[in-house]
């Protein structure tokens, strides 16, 4: 199977009344009601004919919550031929516009509350901290079209299609048009760093990201009968094209919703486990899986974690190669020296440079950044060795922070807080929590003339994506620096910084 489009469509011709999707507040849909909805969608978006409707790769701005809708709309925008590009909210507004000028969407897919809110009330919302593109408009000067879900309210265009209204009626090309026969169509542009000037977008195609989903299924048992809890697409996806349940969130205690919902998997972010477990030493006894991702758990985490009673693995991955290596928290805690990362799954190819930085290749490989040359491999920017086949991390070559499970670049706010009024240089470093890996994130400045810690955060929000706001602004006299290019100490600069209790 290389369609993650078709490998879904398949599970529900043959399965139509097994339950594909249980929502937030517990309402079920099956394979062959989320097929139909798909369909609905792809025919909508496709127009009368092909030469009328969306064209191949077209950008398609979306901005809707985790639900039965976001599934059914996301696979029937990929199906019409449409490439995701998702509306991160928080994004500084140079980063947003960047990233419209890049993607150039033909299509806006949203709720309509969150029209409203980057319209009519944009003010409000970003009073309240919810900075998005203007949906309505969002690369002023090119036409785009529009497709809802919920309400008609203030802020959605005229003419927009509405996703309730298209459901009443059937799929009349159902029949005549499959579901796209090019698995290296571009699927979705995810966002990973980057300048304003030169935003850079991971494009991932049907195939590429049918194939990462693969491997996730290679490494443990998932199949019918398994209910899958999470809001995580990169294991929902699997799910869905091994015919189980992927049961959504409600927002709820996780260990009740676990629990209610009888959940075989789950996903967790380490840092979350970590609060989670304090609360609720034991999991329900129906978990046999518990996958962590997003940052290094420690071993403290670990340890919880297996006493919790299910099986734990840690996935190793990139955005842009989902995923590389997996290994179990008995594995990593079994490991002397460094991080066991685990073996390269089948299929992905790894090469470890003269400097230790491991490069990644294999069929799951993103197509490309957006707008650059295809990928042959990818630099992981971490520093790793090989014991007995299995992947170690050693360390990181790149400076990055993770708070949360969101990688934090550094380098690309620095510059824009060094201009800033009373800043006469900036720096910003993360702080590591022994007890749950989790870092906190410190700015760090030389002031000069006029500075006001103050004014500086209320003109971060402008400069620096909310997701990497600081936790803390530290002022000093000088940077330490090393070497004879006099670059920045950052591991001597977190030692200055550092809480001394």
């Known amino acids: 199977m290389n369609d993650i489009i078709n490998g879904i469509m398949t599970i529900a011709g043959r399965e139509p009344g097994r339950t594909a999707i249980v929502d937030g507040r517990g309402r079920e849909i099956t394979y062959g009601e989320l097929a139909r909805r798909v369909s609905a969608v792809r025919d909508a978006m496709g127009g009368p004919s092909p030469e009328e409707g969306m064209r191949p790769g ?4 979306f901005a809707v919550r985790p639900g039965v809708d976001a599934v059914a709309l996301a696979l029937g925008a990929v199906a019409a031929g449409g490439t995701l590009v998702l ?3 928080g994004l500084a507004p140079d980063v947003l516009a960047a990233r419209m000028a890049a993607t150039r969407p033909a299509w806006v897919i949203s709720e309509s509350l969150l029209y409203t809110l980057s319209g009519p009330l944009r003010s409000l919302a970003r009073r309240r901290g919810l900075l998005l593109p203007n949906l309505a408009d969002p690369l002023p000067g090119r036409p785009v079209r529009h497709l809802y879900t919920g309400p008609w309210l203030p802020g959605v265009p005229r003419g927009a299609l509405r996703l309730p209204r298209i459901l009443r009626f059937p799929s009349g090309l159902s029949g005549q048009r499959a579901y796209g026969s090019d698995p290296d169509q571009p699927a979705a542009v995810i966002f990973t760093s980057g300048t304003t000037a030169r935003p850079r977008g991971v494009v991932h195609t049907r195939r590429s990201l049918a194939t990462g989903l693969e491997l996730f299924r290679s490494v443990f048992p998932l199949g019918p009968g398994d209910i899958v809890h999470t809001d995580q697409l990169m294991l929902g ?15 709820g205690d996780l260990a009740a919703e676990l629990a209610a919902r009888r959940a075989t998997h789950t996903f967790a972010v380490p840092v979350h486990l970590d609060r989670l477990l304090r609360q609720t030493p034991r999991l329900p006894g129906t978990l046999r899986y518990l996958l962590l991702g997003a940052a290094p758990a420690p071993p403290g985490v670990l340890r919880r974690a297996i006493e919790a009673g299910p ?3 840690s996935v190793y991955a990139m955005t842009e190669a989902l995923p590389i290596a997996i290994a179990s928290a008995r594995e990593k805690l079994a490991q002397a020296e460094g991080d066991l990362l685990g073996a390269p799954l089948p299929g992905v190819g790894v090469r470890i440079a003269e400097d230790g930085e491991l490069f990644v290749s294999g069929p799951h490989l993103a197509r490309c950044y957006l707008g650059e040359e295809p990928l042959r491999e990818i630099a992981t920017g971490d520093l790793v060795r090989l014991d007995a086949g299995r992947l170690v991390l050693l360390g990181r070559k790149k400076d990055m922070i993770l708070r949360d499970g969101v990688n934090i670049y550094p380098g690309l706010y620095e510059s824009g807080i060094a201009a800033l009024p009373g800043v006469a240089e900036a720096a910003i470093v993360g702080l590591a929590d022994p007890d749950t890996g989790d870092e906190e994130v410190v700015l760090a400045v030389v002031p000069t003339g006029g500075y006001d810690e103050s004014l500086l955060r209320g003109a971060l929000p402008e ?3 909310s997701a990497a706001l600081p936790d803390r602004i530290e002022s000093l006299n000088a940077f330490p620096r090393s070497g004879r290019a006099d670059k920045l100490d950052r591991a001597a600069l977190r030692d200055l910084v550092a809480r001394r209790d």
Not at 58 to 61: K, R
Not at 241 to 246: E, N, R, V
């Open 463 to 465: 400069i620096v994506d």
């Open 58 to 61: 077209d950008g398609v701005l």
């Open 311 to 313: 099986e734990v693995l």
């Open 237 to 251: 996806l699997p799910a869905l094209l091994a015919g189980a349940t992927w049961s959504l969130p409600g927002g």
């Open 87 to 89: 509306a991160d909210p």
